[in-house]
């Protein structure tokens, strides 16, 4: 079984999916980080030189890729990872568990703000438009999920990932 973690930019995907990796002793690839190292430099890079769209068919090849890998894992994916069909094609055609990280926009906000990682959404949006991206996104991911990742959840997990 695979266990994909979704959720809007600074849900806490990486990190709560690192722990969950631990704490079950399952691989974790973070589909960012998948990227940077296949492309050898930032997403935000990429996101100047080839746009947004290159981005989004490069994130289903890396999906597909990491789905269909012989080993259960733990795969965070990015906040827009999961808004096309065809990454949600790829998940529906999977063996997978979703868990969709339901953080709220003040705390994801505040943690994006002080986040050394470049992101040209949140970069280049107001936070009126970032907002909008957020309420825009969260049906999809609500209707994707198997399980809703509240923060009372996650704290838990991150309590005992530090035991
Ligand atoms: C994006 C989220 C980012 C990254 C890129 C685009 C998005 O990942 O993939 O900047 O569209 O929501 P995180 O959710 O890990 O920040």
């Known amino acids: 079984m695979k266990y994909v973690l979704i959720g809007f930019m600074g849900a806490g ?9 631990k704490e079950y002793g399952l691989p974790f690839y973070d589909m960012d980080q998948e990227i940077v190292a296949q492309i050898g430099y930032s997403v935000s890079e990429f996101f100047d030189r080839e746009g947004e769209q290159a981005f989004r068919k490069l994130e289903v090849e890396v999906l597909e890729r990491l789905l269909t890998l012989d080993e259960d894992a733990v795969i965070s994916t990015g906040g827009g ?20 990280l339901n953080t709220d926009f003040a705390t ?56």
Not at 130 to 139: G, I, T, Y
């Open 13 to 21: 995907k990486t990190t709560i999916g690192n722990a969950l990796g």
């Open 81 to 100: 990872t999961v808004t096309t069909e065809a990454a949600q094609k790829l998940l529906a055609q999977s063996e997978v568990k979703i868990l969709w």
């Open 108 to 163: 994801l906000y505040d943690r994006l703000l002080h986040d050394d990682v470049e992101r040209p959404l949140f970069i280049n949006n107001t936070k009126a438009d970032f907002k909008a991206l957020f309420d825009c996104r969260l049906s999809t991911y609500e209707r994707l999920a198997d399980l809703k990742v509240n923060r009372a959840m996650q704290a838990k997990i991150m309590e005992r990932s530090l035991k």
